[in-house]
């Protein structure tokens, strides 16, 4: 977000197959390799997004320990249409 190392940030994202959601695998993922990204970097901001409509993602964002942020309007193009995403974070002081 800026010309310097002090504004860096990772942007993390998973895929489940169908047959292991539900069960707290991708929460669990997710908190993971936060955890390992703020053991093993100096960057303070691990950020994550998710279509709008997408609730049950949200939500394990949410269990992982990232907190909501706020929507990009029409940030995804897809066969459908453009789609709004809701923006998650974590910070390292979150921890």
Not at 48 to 53: E, F, K, M, N
Not at 79 to 95: E, K, Q, T, W
Request: charge should be positive; hydrophobic fraction near 40%; proline fraction near 2%.
């Amino acid at each position: 977000y800026g010309p310097n190392a002090g504004s860096r940030a990772w942007n993390i994202g998973i895929g489940l197959a169908p047959a292991h959601r539900g069960r707290g695998i991708g929460a669990a993922a997710q908190r993971a390799l936060a955890d390992h990204l703020f053991a093993t970097t100096d960057v303070d901001r691990v950020e994550a997004s998710t279509d709008v409509a997408n609730v049950v993602e949200q939500r394990s964002w949410e269990k992982a320990g990232f907190r909501r942020e706020g929507v990009l309007r029409s940030a995804q193009q897809r066969a459908d249409g453009r789609h709004d995403l809701v923006v998650f974070s974590r910070l390292r002081d979150d921890r």
